[in-house]
């Protein structure tokens, strides 16, 4: 669920370097907005317009209820993209608010409000700064939204802590870190380690004026820890979906092969002590 597999302009390089937090947001910014059309071409139909998915694995919110009872509840979705979670969640009777870096996304969410009149009401804003107030929602989401392209994740869950309400739950979704150690390919020959697991070096595309145009950031799974403890988050559970037989659908570096027998996605369910 990344950005990455689209027809963007080729980079001039690309490679494991250090780049700064703006730098990294900047870059992804324009990734998203250029690559949004591809992504909810190729894409939208497993997502579903009103679908809440997990992960490439399919996990839906539907079997799963990380979330629990949304009836009622007022729900922010963090990088929300074109709104597929939140309008599940409007659909289960929770008042949502999304919100995503890219305006191309967000349009493509409001696209998709018209064709399905279930509207998402959205905001144009990074995770690190959400634009709402202290404690004014009961719960949060983030199905691969912003946390797997963010390198300051420390701020990015300090403010999810700032603007839900004690006890509130945020569950969310990224890249399982050990995927950092194998190549971007869900056949056998991705099941060769090819990096170290503790290099935290982000991957970079920088385009022709040498200016990073895609950062994938990495963290390990004690880094996540640290962060969501740091930001005053409880974790409650880790789910680490399997692939599910008869699913045959890849996406990006998830496939069947490499599947059945590595971790895609890692999926944090915290709350707000
Ligand atoms: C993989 S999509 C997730 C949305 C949806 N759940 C899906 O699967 O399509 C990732 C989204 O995160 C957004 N994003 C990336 N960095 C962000 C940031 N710093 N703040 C807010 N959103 C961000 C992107 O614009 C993109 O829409």
Known sequence: MTGAEGAAPQP??????????????RANRRDWDDEADDYQREHGEFLGDAGFVWSPEGLGEAEARLLGDVS???VLEVGCGAGQCSRWLRTQGAEVIGVDLSLRQLQHSRRIDQETQVAVPVACATATALPLPPGCVDLACSAFGALPFLLDIDTALAEVHRVLRPGGR????????VRRMLPDDPSAAGLT??????DRTPYVELGRDGAPTYVEPHHTLADWIAAIVGAGLVLER?????WPVGHT???GGW?????ALVPGTAIFVTRRG
């Open 72 to 74: 009622g509840k007022r």
């Open 255 to 259: 496939g069947p092969e490499r599947g």
């Open 12 to 25: 001039r390089e690309v490679g494991f370097r250090p780049v700064t937090a703006a730098e990294t947001e």
């Open 238 to 242: 880790l789910v680490e979906p399997e």
């Open 249 to 251: 659908r890849t996406w």
């Open 170 to 177: 945020f569950v969310f979704s990224v890249v399982h870190p």
């Open 193 to 198: 380690v090819v990096r170290s697991y503790f």
